[in-house]
Structures are given as C-alpha cells and as structure tokens.
C-alpha cells in the first residue's frame, strides 16, 4: 500500500516557466510534509516543508501549496532554472508512524 | 565538515561477497537510518536505530545486517551479495523517531554486484 503518491514521474519546463509536482497522501496523521532535491550523485537535500496548520508557504521561488480536506500538497517552482533540474521528492511523516514515506519522486529538466 | 559522512562512495564486488558500508554523522541526532535507491529512484527505507537501538526493521533479507555501536554511528553489513542488491544505499539521521522528520542524507554508496 502506497501511502504518498507523486505525479508526474517526469517533467520538462522551459526555463522561466512554472514546474508544478503533485503528492496525495493516505495516513491522516501525518503532520510534516517536507520536499527533497535530489542532484545525480547526491542525497535527497531538504528544500523546504509545510506542517498541515498552514496552506502555503514560500521560500524564494518555491512553494508549498497543502489543502487538506483533500489530503494533497504541491510544489511549485516559480522562474525555472537550468539548475533546478533534479529528481524531487515528496514525503510525509508524523503521528507515530516512526518512519518518513516517500513518494516515488519526479525527474524536473528545465530546458535553457 | 560533512554531517553525514557514508563510504565507500563506489562499491563493486562479485556475487556472493560479504561487504561493509560505513556511516558517522556530526550533527549530534540520535536516530539513524539506511534507505536503498533503486535503478528508477526509488528510496526505500531499510532499517532505523534510534540510541543504538533497533526500531525499525523493514521487509529486508536477513542477509543485511546493521550495527550501531554508538548514536553517531550506524553500519550496514550485507552477507552473500546477490545481483539485485545492486543499488544505492544512503545514510541518513534525524533529531528524535517520531512525529516530524527532518533527513539528513549521506551523499550515497553506489553498490554494483557483479
């Protein structure tokens, strides 16, 4: 059973434009919802994470968007850059589940 | 001054070997985790340890053994390589095992059994 499901597997955006990542979540007691950037030949980085008391948060040109009635939450790149392309990932954590689960990540490639 | 320090970086061995993959980190957390990457990215987690102990043990063959001889420490013993082991394995470590998690990733061991 799959609890985070990330969409789409894959995604290419100019650069400048908008990339949009989608994860829906199954376990309603997760409370932490963190995004990860992966580079080829790197760990997963934390890039920024929302808790479901709020329904966006921004840092720079990256945004959380998290509604949960629908048991959703997104990423949004704002200005795409060449150097943004990385495998993201999703992941939700919380209640005593002991354990982060991940979605099944998106390879982003910003074409220059 | 890496926080969370894996190696080898590369591994390479024949099938049926018994291979070690190290793991120290500096940030002062007390649990740890091993996670395997797939060729499709996928990351799975393995095992976690929280104060040197087991908590978390997924559906993992028997042949993959951790140890943690102390909080900052968490190794990965891997008995009787076999072909699909071939992937790569990450350290990582967060303050407490419950509740929120924020990972801190090793940057990765590349195992390739031949």
């Known amino acids: 059973q799959q609890q985070v499901k990330q969409s789409p597997q894959s995604l290419i955006v100019q650069k400048g434009g908008i990339s949009i990542i989608n994860c829906a979540y199954e376990?309603?007691?997760?409370?932490?919802f963190p995004w990860y950037q992966q580079f080829p030949g790197k760990g997963p980085a934390l890039l920024i994470a929302i808790r479901p008391d709020v329904s966006e948060k921004k840092e720079g040109r990256f945004t959380i968007s998290f509604n949960k009635s629908a048991k959703q939450f997104s990423l949004h790149i704002m200005d795409s850059q060449p150097g943004d392309s990385a495998t993201y990932f999703c992941a939700a954590s919380g209640g005593n589940a002991g354990k982060s689960t991940f979605g099944d990540g998106t390879t982003l490639t910003v074409k220059p | 001054d890496t926080a969370v320090s894996q190696t080898p970086k590369y591994l390479v061995t024949q099938m049926g070997n018994d291979k070690s993959i190290k793991c120290e980190q500096n940030?002062?957390?007390?649990?740890m985790y091993w996670y395997k990457q797939d060729s499709k990215k996928f990351l799975k987690i393995m095992f976690s340890y929280n104060n040197k102990e087991l908590i978390i043990n997924e559906t993992v063959p028997n042949r993959f053994s951790p140890k943690s001889p102390d909080k900052a420490h968490l190794n990965l013993h891997i008995n009787s390589l076999e072909l699909g082991d071939s992937a790569v394995y990450f350290c990582?470590?967060?303050?407490?095992?419950?509740?929120?998690?924020?990972?801190?990733f090793g940057s990765g061991t590349q195992l390739s059994v031949l």
């Open positions: 940030l002062g957390h007390d649990t």
């Open positions: 376990n309603t007691a997760f409370d932490y």
């Open positions: 990582a470590s967060s303050q407490g095992s419950q509740g929120s998690q924020k990972l801190f």
